[in-house]
């Protein structure tokens, strides 16, 4: 018998590594000579880097890097043997670095996950995969284009101060100092959504009020994007905001797609593909799959989602565990998952559910194994 477990973090709760230890650990109770193959996943946000390296056996770095606020913060990266970095910018510039009573969109920057490209660069990658997700910026990725060597410069020639906010005021772009080693690293990004930089669907409308931003700062942070884009197409011949994806994290993905040349790619693609999935489930007769919380959101990018696709492709029949089944739950068994089940032993709390998910996860996969180990019985 051989099980892939194939999960997806639990927000605030287990790390993907966790999660797939804890459903492993509620298998192996029925089935202890089952052969278990875990493969831990992420979507490109918080997590990817574990993930990858629990997966591959990879290198965890870590590095003092620019917060979003500016102040120091200790970011962690993954280095694998064949001059891979994976880099999440939630590490360096994510939402958490930054207190509720704190979080203004207007003044954030990407600037620490410029210094983790760096130091990827610095340690011979070859090859960069940015995770994006979770951040607190809204800056068009141009603190990230600043720590690789890229002057914002207003009317004066005097270089923009931090933030989203400051790209109203800028003028042009002195390129002369990017890194020349970009142009040998191939950057793949990994994001789940397709939002464009501007307008309606774009960064500052769609994302800038969860890191902050107010109705009035999500029209100026979108006026400066608009901005940033025209004088960025007005220098590389090129317009790039309208592309799908661009609008990814604060426009991160604007900055990775018109500078570092970057491909795009749903995350849970490139964690898969880096992790071994599709070989995982050569001959395997179940995957488990989950994440904190199901539903018809899932569809868009999510790891479980991805997960079962892949599945289905091979064959194998997919169950899903949640910390909580939203609504529109079911429509995931159209894209090949099974059953889905949620760990809430009855009413608790969040900080109850996330503090005991471990022994649910447990629980709940011993559950699922005895009722396996039933219907194996009524076959023969």
Not at 202 to 228: E, H, T, Y
Not at 303 to 326: D, H, N, W
Not at 346 to 373: F, K, M, N, Y
Request: glycine share 14%; aromatic share 4%; with cysteine.
């Amino acid at each position: 018998m051989k099980i892939v477990i194939a999960p997806d973090s639990f927000k605030e709760s287990l790390s993907a590594p966790q999660v797939a230890a804890a459903i492993a650990h509620g298998w192996a109770a029925v089935f202890p000579q089952a052969e278990l193959c875990l493969r831990p996943m992420a979507d490109g946000g918080e997590g990817t880097v574990d993930a990858v390296l629990a997966a591959t056996g990879g290198e965890r770095r870590e590095l003092q890097v620019r917060g979003p606020l500016g102040t120091p913060v200790m970011a962690h990266w993954g280095w694998l043997a064949d001059a891979t970095a994976v880099i999440e910018m939630a590490a360096a510039s994510g939402l958490h670095w930054v207190p509720r009573e704190q979080r203004d969109a207007t003044v954030t920057s990407s600037y620490g996950t410029g210094e983790l490209i760096r130091a990827a660069l610095d340690a011979g990658a070859q090859r960069i995969i940015l995770g994006l997700g979770g951040s607190a910026t809204n800056d068009g990725g141009a603190g990230l284009l600043q720590a690789l060597g890229v002057r914002f410069l207003d009317s004066h020639g005097r270089e923009l101060v931090a933030g989203g906010g400051a790209l109203a005021g800028l003028d042009q772009l002195d390129l002369s100092g990017l890194d020349a080693r970009l142009l040998n690293v191939q950057v793949d990004v990994a994001a789940d959504v397709d939002n464009p930089l501007c307008g309606p669907r774009g960064a500052s409308a769609i994302f800038g009020p969860q890191k902050g931003a107010s109705s009035a700062q999500v029209k100026v942070l979108d006026a400066a994007l608009g901005r940033l884009a025209r004088i960025v197409a007005g220098t590389l011949g090129e317009d790039f905001s309208e592309f799908p994806g661009v609008g990814a994290a604060g426009g991160l993905g604007f900055a990775a797609k018109a500078f570092l040349r970057a491909g795009f790619r749903p995350g849970i693609e490139l964690v898969a593909e880096l992790s071994g999935l599709a070989e995982a489930l050569v001959g395997a007769d179940l995957v488990i799959t989950g994440e904190g919380q199901l539903d018809a959101q899932s569809l868009h990018g999510k790891t479980p989602v991805g997960v079962a696709r892949m599945a289905q492709a091979a064959g194998v029949p997919v169950i899903a565990l949640a910390g909580s089944l939203g609504e529109g739950y079911q429509r995931m068994y159209r894209v090949g998952i099974e059953a889905a089940f949620s760990l809430a032993p009855g009413p608790i709390s969040l900080e109850q559910a996330c503090a005991t998910a471990s022994e649910e996860l447990q629980a709940r996969t011993t559950d699922i194994a005895r009722v396996w180990h039933m219907a194996q019985q009524v076959r023969v």
